[in-house]
């Protein structure tokens, strides 16, 4: 088993950044590909950013390219998704999620079997 738990979620003026945090514990070693989702009030659950156990390769949605940074630090086992000029459309519960079958990077919810308990991210305007 694994273990995700978020935090850094708060309350932010439109244009802040905030930086969320995911430790895992448990069997960390088993994962590999760890990412990002979030579901907004009234909408789906979707795909934000994953990277890769060696932090080597990272990918976004396209709603996020070039404002969100997904990075790890295996060290620590946490992972961090660094997200600048804040908008009112990103407050949404952000999950951290854990692949540790397979391989990859992917957008699928199906791909990850590991969810934290989300983390709350509201930005006023």
């Known amino acids: 088993q694994v273990q995700l738990v978020e935090s850094g979620g708060g309350l932010v003026q439109a244009g802040g950044s905030l930086r969320l945090s995911c430790a895992a514990s448990?069997?960390?070693?088993?994962?590999?590909?760890m990412g990002w989702f979030r579901q907004a009030p009234g909408k789906e659950r979707e795909f934000v950013a994953a990277?890769?156990?060696?932090?080597?390769?990272?990918y976004y949605s396209d709603s996020v390219k070039g404002r969100f940074t997904i990075s790890r630090d295996n060290a620590k086992n946490t992972v961090y998704l660094q997200i600048d000029s804040l908008k009112p459309e990103n407050t949404a519960v952000y999950y951290c999620?854990?692949?540790?079958?397979?391989?990859?990077?992917?957008?699928?919810?199906?791909?990850?079997?590991?969810w934290g308990q989300g983390t709350q991210v509201t930005v006023s305007s």
């Open positions: 448990g069997r960390t070693f088993t994962t590999n590909t």
């Open positions: 990277i890769t156990w060696s932090g080597a390769s990272t």
């Open positions: 999620v854990a692949r540790t079958v397979g391989r990859g990077l992917s957008a699928l919810i199906g791909a990850y079997d590991y």
